[in-house]
T-cell receptor, first 107, second 118 residues
Framework: DIQMTQSPSSLSASVGDGVTITCRASQSVARYLNWYQQKPGKAPKFLIY???SLQGGVPSRFSASGSGTDFTLTISSLQPEDFATYYC?????????FGQGTTVDVK | EVQLLESGGGLVQPGGSLRLSCAVS????????MTWLRQTPGKGLEWLSTISASGANTWYPDSVKGRFAISRDNSKSTLYLQMSSLRAEDTAVYYCAKVFGSGNWDYWGQGALVTVSS
């Protein structure tokens, strides 16, 4: 199985800050990398697919990049609704696997 | 508006069985592959099974193969997950989700809590 590792596990930031989350795969997943946002008590929300393509309706302050084994998710200017947990997930090879999550909370 | 609504969660004894349902509206259900996933505080998010749009093909990770069975009724726009030989470690929030491309999911239900305990 492909292991997905995110860093950091958590970070504290303020509204307006830029934040970057890193995701590393245990083997190459090409660009088959997705990002989800989850708020407490809610289902994950699909943000980004194919490493850098924004899902419809996702604000442009979200961006992502990477290929192979190393990927990043960046929020350019954190908004109040962005405080949440973010997960990367590989769709290169089954079983599809997720990172452990990165929680972005209020500083 | 696309909606996925899970039901059937609850408390079940170890070794028992449970069937989850997911009622889907707002899209042509029979056109899409569908998936079950679960989430626990310890193991995080875990893919459990996917079924093709027609229902002819199903996929499982080794961790649940033989214990869980996915199915669908396209006439009812409903997805199912039959779980058997349940263990304490199957305690989780279970989500149904619509497949977006392959191995990713753009619409999710709100989740159903399954607790396996005596």
């Amino acid at each position: 199985d492909i292991q997905m590792t995110q860093s950091p596990s958590s970070l504290s930031a303020s509204v307006g800050d830029g934040v970057t989350i890193t995701c590393r795969a245990s083997q190459s997943v090409a660009r088959y990398l997705n990002w989800y946002q989850q708020k407490p008590g809610k289902a994950p929300k699909f943000l980004i697919y194919a490493a850098s393509s924004l899902q419809g309706g996702v604000p442009s302050r979200f961006s992502a990049s990477g290929s192979g084994t190393d990927f990043t998710l960046t929020i350019s200017s954190l908004q109040p609704e962005d405080f949440a947990t973010y997960y990367c997930q590989q769709s290169y090879d089954a079983p599809w696997t997720f990172g452990q999550g990165t929680t972005v909370d209020v500083k | 508006e696309v909606q996925l609504l899970e039901s059937g969660g609850g408390l079940v004894q170890p070794g028992g069985s449970l069937r989850l349902s997911c009622a889907v509206s707002g899209l042509t259900f029979s056109s899409y592959d569908m998936t079950w996933l679960r989430q626990t505080p310890g193991k995080g998010l875990e893919w459990l099974s996917t079924i093709s749009a027609s229902g002819a093909n199903t996929w499982y990770p080794d961790s649940v193969k033989g214990r869980f069975a996915i199915s669908r009724d396209n006439s009812k726009s409903t997805l199912y997950l039959q779980m058997s030989s349940l263990r304490a470690e199957d305690t989780a929030v279970y989500y149904c989700a619509k497949v977006f491309g392959s191995g990713n999911w753009d619409y999710w239900g709100q989740g159903a809590l399954v607790t396996v305990s005596s």
